[in-house]
């Protein structure tokens, strides 16, 4: 009896729809992690893969732009 109109509609809230999660992911990968494991339906595979080398890939374009891009910036 509380549910609210979009979701008697079959409407996704805002929150659990792809594009908030691939924003997430870029933005700050940890929330964009959790919303990957509780609100898509994706394969599995996908999911460890983006769990696995999402923070492996951010860590090593942090180390490479610290060392290599940044320095000649400044």
């Given amino acids: 009896m509380a549910e609210t109109t979009a979701v008697r509609k079959g409407v996704e809230p805002w929150h659990t ?3 908030v ?3 997430a992911m ?3 990968l ?5 919303h990957m494991w509780r609100f898509r ?3 599995r595979w996908l999911k460890w893969f983006s769990t696995v080398f999402g ?3 951010a860590a090593v374009w942090g180390y490479f732009a610290s060392v290599y ?3 000649r910036v400044f």
């Fill in 26 to 28: 870029y933005v700050f």
């Fill in 69 to 71: 891009i940044w320095p």
């Fill in 17 to 19: 729809r792809p594009w």
């Fill in 21 to 23: 999660t691939i924003a």
């Fill in 55 to 57: 923070p492996a890939f």
């Fill in 41 to 43: 339906d994706w394969p």
């Fill in 30 to 34: 940890p929330v964009g992690l959790y």
